[in-house]
């Protein structure tokens, strides 16, 4: 994401609609906000805009000086150059002449900035480019470090770089239109300078969607149901951007989650985006009732069943409200468009299934609360857009799917702790694997190659051997598809390498399991899951 700071220059809003259009996520802010505040932004590049105001005046804004510390590219526009300039040690003088309007600048050497950017060319074949001008002052000296990449005969700097550092200072303004190859110039800065990805396509979403759920919430309270999914995240990230405190996650872990996944929800939410998240660990009460019963249907049932019980438990405890929050009246579900198209026409049974665990079905009746879902009009990838956008880290918000029931219905059988433990373990080595594992042909890593893989722990023994010792112990499979409906699927014919790589370190690392298998059934006539 790109850091504008604004220094209270008319167009400041353009450069943020330039960045925005390069599909880049920035945001303003002032230009006094502290080097604290620099630094804990996590820019990828930062952008000072220009000022009515000299650089000369007696109090004139500074950029903070975190801003030339960071390590991170910078660009300067008109006074945000001007003030780069002081600040880094060169010079700014007022000019005798105030240049305003359409001017025509040579681009110099090869800067990262303008290489292959111009309007023309001149006689001696040097790049030209007609910009937007508007000024009184202007650098007279370049700071250490710097050299000129655009000139003319008023404005003998019109633009400067420390192509080292990745600063970089335009006199004209990128972002009006009338600077012919503006959006070029800032889509080079965001895109190939500070190296950020061009995938952020939801800004108008965001301030409108804001916008609605502010609207529609009020001054009310809010609670949803975190899964660690998708879906629910990015509702949550969503509505937490419009109304901070008012939302409360409720985070149920009923322990059939992957490794390290509630850590990683706990750390995302909590920790990160300062969210109001209360963690359930349910792990006992979901592997008590889960004893004894091995029927893939009835523990399917009795996950959803337990699911809600928990659910509704948190929710009436905070629909009462508790130390400062008044009472919940809304509950928020990440219900996606897809969902909402399924549950209005004709059904496959697989739907109603995956609905009565993804969103929590018939609760908001049952606990009189009013409904939000704010995601209803997008479908999955926008729904991913939009995470990215809200600043989820893209390997959370591009996951393979995962079922409500979790590894509950990858553990054959009968739901023991000690299963799920052995499960996790060789799942994240898969995971780990096919993450590490970049095809030569595509270039892309096995994992993003697949559209879902996971291990399936299987309830049966077989002997090896391992060092002189005879082992008696557990067998999983790998299972990984290639599908765009989920409903067909080819089994993904991955490199023997990688399942070989997959199969020693299981075997090796997870005390326990002795032997592994990769399923080559599709679906049909096989399902994806086991079970
Ligand atoms: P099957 O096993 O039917 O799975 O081929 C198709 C897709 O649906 C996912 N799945 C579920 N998702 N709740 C969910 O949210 C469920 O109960 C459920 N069962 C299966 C499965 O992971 C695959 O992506």
Same mark, same amino acid.
């Given at each position: 994401?790109?850091?504008?700071?604004?220094?209270?220059? @008319?167009?400041?809003?353009?450069?943020?609609?330039?960045?925005?259009?390069?599909?880049?996520?920035?945001?303003?802010?002032?230009?006094?906000?502290?080097?604290?505040?620099?630094?804990?932004?996590?820019?990828?590049?930062?952008?000072?805009?220009?000022?009515?105001?000299?650089?000369?005046?007696?109090?004139?804004?500074?950029?903070?000086?975190?801003?030339?510390?960071?390590?991170?590219?910078?660009?300067?526009?008109?006074?945000?150059?001007?003030?780069?300039?002081?600040?880094?040690?060169?010079?700014?003088?007022?000019?005798?002449?105030?240049?305003?309007?359409?001017?025509?600048?040579?681009? /110099?050497? /090869?800067?990262?900035?303008?290489? =292959?950017?111009?309007?023309?060319?001149?006689?001696? &074949?040097?790049?030209?480019?007609?910009?937007?001008?508007?000024?009184?002052? $202007?650098?007279?000296?370049?700071?250490?470090?710097?050299?000129?990449?655009?000139?003319?005969?008023?404005?003998?700097?019109?633009?400067?770089?420390?192509? !080292?550092?990745?600063?970089?200072?335009?006199?004209?303004?990128?972002?009006? *239109?009338?600077?012919? @190859?503006?959006?070029?110039?800032?889509?080079?800065?965001?895109?190939?300078?500070?190296?950020?990805?061009?995938?952020?396509?939801?800004?108008?979403?965001?301030?409108?969607?804001?916008?609605?759920?502010?609207?529609?919430?009020?001054?009310?309270?809010?609670?949803?149901?975190?899964?660690?999914?998708?879906?629910?995240?990015? =509702?949550?990230?969503?509505? /937490?951007? =419009?109304?901070?405190?008012?939302?409360?996650?409720?985070?149920? +872990?009923?322990?059939?989650?992957?490794?390290?996944?509630?850590?990683?929800?706990? !750390?995302?939410?909590?920790?990160?985006?300062?969210?109001?998240?209360?963690?359930?660990?349910? *792990?006992?009460?979901?592997? &008590?009732?889960?004893?004894?019963?091995?029927?893939?249907?009835? $523990?399917?049932?009795?996950?959803?069943?337990?699911?809600?019980?928990?659910?509704?438990?948190?929710?009436?405890?905070?629909?009462?409200? %508790?130390?400062?929050?008044?009472?919940?009246?809304?509950?928020?579900? &990440?219900?996606?468009?897809?969902?909402?198209?399924?549950?209005?026409?004709?059904?496959?049974?697989?739907?109603?299934?995956?609905?009565?665990?993804?969103?929590?079905?018939?609760?908001?009746?049952?606990?009189?609360?009013?409904?939000?879902?704010?995601?209803?009009?997008?479908?999955?990838?926008?729904?991913? @857009?939009?995470?990215?956008?809200?600043?989820?880290?893209? +390997?959370?918000?591009?996951?393979?799917?995962?079922? &409500?029931?979790?590894?509950?219905?990858?553990?054959?059988?009968?739901?023991?702790?000690?299963?799920? +433990?052995?499960?996790?373990?060789?799942?994240?080595?898969?995971?780990?694997?096919?993450?590490? %594992?970049?095809?030569?042909?595509?270039?892309?890593?096995?994992?993003?190659?697949?559209?879902?893989?996971?291990?399936?722990?299987?309830?049966?023994?077989?002997?090896?051997?391992?060092?002189?010792?005879?082992?008696?112990?557990?067998?999983?499979?790998?299972?990984?598809?290639? *599908?765009?409906?989920?409903?067909?699927? /080819?089994?993904?014919?991955?490199?023997?390498?990688?399942?070989?790589?997959?199969?020693?370190?299981?075997?090796? !690392?997870?005390?326990?399991?002795?032997?592994?298998?990769?399923?080559?059934?599709?679906?049909?006539?096989?399902?994806?899951?086991?079970?």
């Amino acid at each position: 994401k790109i850091l504008i700071l604004d220094f209270g220059s @008319q167009v400041t809003q353009l450069i943020a609609r330039r960045v925005r259009e390069a599909h880049v996520y920035c945001e303003i802010h002032p230009c006094d906000v502290s080097d604290d505040f620099v630094r804990d932004f996590g820019a990828n590049g930062i952008i000072l805009s220009g000022s009515h105001a000299s650089v000369y005046e007696e109090e004139t804004d500074r950029a903070p000086q975190a801003v030339f510390e960071l390590g991170v590219p910078v660009l300067g526009i008109c006074y945000g150059m001007q003030t780069m300039a002081q600040q880094l040690g060169g010079k700014v003088e007022a000019g005798t002449k105030r240049e305003f309007g359409f001017a025509e600048v040579r681009a /110099h050497g /090869h800067s990262a900035l303008f290489n =292959a950017i111009q309007d023309r060319t001149n006689s001696e &074949g040097h790049g030209l480019l007609e910009v937007w001008m508007s000024h009184g002052d $202007k650098v007279t000296e370049l700071p250490p470090g710097f050299k000129v990449i655009a000139s003319n005969d008023t404005t003998p700097i019109a633009a400067m770089a420390d192509e !080292e550092r990745k600063f970089y200072a335009v006199q004209f303004h990128p972002e009006v *239109t009338h600077t012919r @190859q503006g959006q070029a110039m800032l889509n080079r800065f965001v895109l190939d300078i500070c190296q950020t990805r061009a995938d952020w396509i939801m800004g108008d979403y965001i301030s409108e969607a804001v916008e609605r759920i502010r609207q529609q919430v009020g001054d009310e309270e809010v609670i949803l149901g975190l899964s660690g999914g998708v879906d629910s995240s990015v =509702a949550a990230a969503l509505i /937490h951007r =419009a109304i901070g405190d008012q939302l409360t996650c409720v985070f149920v +872990d009923h322990g059939l989650l992957r490794l390290n996944e509630g850590k990683m929800v706990m !750390e995302m939410f909590a920790g990160q985006l300062h969210a109001r998240v209360i963690h359930v660990d349910a *792990t006992a009460q979901f592997m &008590g009732q889960l004893a004894g019963v091995s029927d893939p249907e009835a $523990k399917r049932k009795i996950i959803g069943r337990a699911f809600v019980e928990v659910f509704k438990a948190e929710a009436a405890k905070l629909k009462a409200g %508790t130390g400062g929050h008044k009472g919940a009246t809304f509950l928020a579900q &990440g219900t996606i468009y897809p969902d909402v198209i399924e549950s209005g026409g004709a059904k496959s049974k697989k739907a109603v299934t995956i609905k009565s665990h993804h969103n929590v079905g018939g609760l908001p009746e049952q606990l009189g609360l009013k409904l939000l879902e704010p995601l209803r009009d997008l479908f999955k990838d926008e729904v991913r @857009q939009l995470g990215v956008a809200l600043g989820l880290p893209p +390997d959370m918000v591009y996951r393979h799917p995962f079922p &409500g029931p979790g590894l509950g219905v990858r553990i054959l059988g009968e739901v023991k702790q000690e299963f799920a +433990d052995l499960l996790r373990q060789a799942d994240a080595i898969f995971i780990e694997e096919l993450r590490s %594992t970049i095809d030569d042909v595509s270039g892309k890593s096995w994992y993003d190659l697949t559209s879902q893989a996971f291990t399936v722990f299987l309830p049966v023994k077989s002997v090896g051997v391992m060092g002189d010792g005879r082992t008696y112990d557990y067998v999983v499979s790998l299972r990984a598809v290639i *599908t765009s409906d989920f409903m067909t699927a /080819h089994w993904a014919e991955l490199p023997y390498s990688l399942l070989g790589r997959v199969s020693n370190r299981i075997i090796n !690392e997870v005390r326990g399991i002795n032997r592994v298998v990769y399923d080559i059934s599709g679906k049909p006539p096989a399902t994806i899951e086991w079970e």
